[in-house]
Structures are given as structure tokens and as C-alpha cells.
């Protein structure tokens, strides 16, 4: 799902893909105690909760390679459409994932009306919105002109009637208006996927100790590196888990929290999946919504429910793992100076002084 709300905001104005490097396989070596065994099955998990969550949740993957930044209008459509389709073929004697279809299939409908409505509005060019604004001050002034605090509003009115100020005002009027709807989809479709454990825990094993088992990671952006945050698990064996619904939930530094919810069918010993958060888009009057990330991250619950295995741990990235994170970035870097001498201009002169450089990949 998130990777739709992605494409919707690049193409108006959510992805979450994986991937597994070197330095991932390096961080498991350093914690990897005896792997718990595996309890036995609880009960076998429907079918219909593996489509339900395998199209609601955020999407893990398993390369870098596979994640898009951008998405075309016809691959959206498309994309969405079989979300559709595979929630419209879901029939179960579960009530809870019923009930969780039906607000996925909504939600999915409501995206492709938004969008519909969004790209029939007459639209604006920044040209015009700048001549708007500068007239909206004109109207203020003009105004206070004819008549001190109050103005003659009247007279304003009759200055700007031949503009095409009331035109363009009432083009972006609708465009604030179809963009506060779409606020209020995204904060839905990131609310649904949340819903996901409460259906996992009915078919889950019993919750059992996390040591050795699973492996957590964290990669914050910093800097120049981002504006992605990473979240990376492995399985780190003795065996395959199956039907993993995972939710992990952030802490941020001023205490804030934000929980993201995945679901791996398959996932084979040794095998890290990654995830990408990002802190959303900002909207007009400052309302950031899509987001899947906190700011100043000091630790992570991590939750599993899977029908042969059940754990939750809390993952802290401070000290050591945060400080391994900043030096590795920094390993290309390079700093460099130079000294400018005074030289004399026709207009003006260039001063004495020293010029440093911050450079590097």
C-alpha cells in the first residue's frame, strides 16, 4: 500500500522496499546468540489473511534494487486496481478479516475517486498563484488607502474586478480542499495496515524469547544521508519462518511514536529484509501526513506473530550502534582549505581570509 500513496503524492504534487548489503551481514555476526527453537504450529492461517495482509502491509523486499522513487499514472491505476480485485475475492468465516477487507477495499476506491477529481480541476501555474498572492497584499493596501484600518472594501473590489484574481483565488480554493480530502485518505490507509496484529495474534504460537533468533537493525539518516530511515531484520534460524505478520513500532527523541506494520509469507534463515521510512509529505498549513518515521530515533519494539513462532523485543540505537553508523558514513569523507589572499576590484575588493571545504561520497 505505501508504495501507492507514494506514487499518488509524487504525481498530485507511501514506498517501503528492502535491501541487504555487506555491512548488514557484519552487524549480525556481532550479536548471535543459540537461536530458540521453534514452537510447534498454533493452527494453520487462513489464506484469505495472507492476501488480506500480503496487499495492505507495508512492503519489505529483500534488494535495494527493487525500490522506486517515482511511479507512472498508469502503473498507479493498475496497481491499485489489483489491490482491488484481490480484496474484492476475499471470502472468510472470520469476521475481524472481514471487516478489515471491506475498509481496504474503501480505502483503495476512495484513492482512485480522489485522484479522478484531482486531475479534472483547472489547474494553476505559479505564475498566476504569485500574481494572486501580490494582488491579495494590493487589496489590503488599497484598502487601508480609502478609508485607514477598516478601508473602503468596496472600492478595493471595483480596483482588481477586471484581474482574474477571484478566477485563480477559486482554483486554488479547490485545490486545498481536494488536498485536505487526500490528507484525510492517507491518515486511513496508514491506520488499516495497523490493524493487521490483532487478526495475526488469533493464529499465532505462543510468545517466546527473541535471543538469537531475530536480528534487528537500524540506520537512521543523517546529514547528507537520507532523507531515508532503514529498518532491517533477519532470521537468523535454525529454520524458515512462514506467515510473519511484523510491526515495528519507533520512539522518537522527544517520546513521540510510530508504528509500521509488515507481513513476510515466506522468509528463509540468514535472510535480511529491509524497509524504508520516510517522514511524510507537509501540507498546506503544516499538517505532515503519510509519514512512517520519527525524528531521533533511541530504540525500536520490535513484534512477530507467526504461527510457529511469537516474539517481541526492543532494539536500542544509542551509543555503540548509533556510533558505528555516523563513523561509517564519514569513512569517504575529506576536509580541505585553502588561503585567500586580498585582491583589489574595480567595484569592490576580496578581503583576506581562509575558505574550507567539506567534501566526499
Known sequence: MNRIVTGILLIASLSIIVGCDARSSAKDQRRSPTPTPLSPPACQIPEEYQVLATTLALEM???P??????????????????????????????????????????VFHDILGWKDRFDALPKTSGIQLGAAFIQSLAISAIGGAYGGATGD????????SSSDWWKETRKVDAIFTELNNYSAILNRAHAIPLMLPQVAKKYAAKESDSQGRITVDIDESWGWDGPHDWFRICNSGPDTLENCTIQVELIGGNGESRKNVH????????????????????FPGGKRVAG?????????????????????MTYVYQGNEKDRDVARRCENLNFSG???PFQSGILWNTERGVEFELGGS
Open 61 to 63: 523486499r529483500t534488494s
Open 65 to 106: 534494487d527493487e525500490f522506486r522513487n517515482g511511479i507512472s499514472d498508469s502503473e498507479l491505476i493498475s496497481e491499485i486496481s489489483i489491490c482491488i480485485m484481490n480484496l474484492d475475492g476475499i471470502n472468510s468465516d472470520d469476521t475481524d478479516i472481514l471487516s478489515l477487507t471491506k475498509c481496504g477495499s474503501k
Open 153 to 160: 472594501f468596496k472600492t478595493a473590489m471595483e480596483m482588481t
Open 263 to 282: 507481513y513476510v509469507r515466506h522468509w528463509p534463515t540468514n535472510l535480511w529484509m529491509h524497509a524504508r521510512y520516510d517522514q511524510g509529505i507537509e
Open 292 to 312: 512512517t518515521t520519527v525524528t531521533k530515533i533511541p530504540k525500536a519494539v520490535v513484534s512477530l506473530w507467526s504461527p510457529s513462532f511469537t516474539t517481541t
Open 338 to 340: 585553502r588561503y585567500q
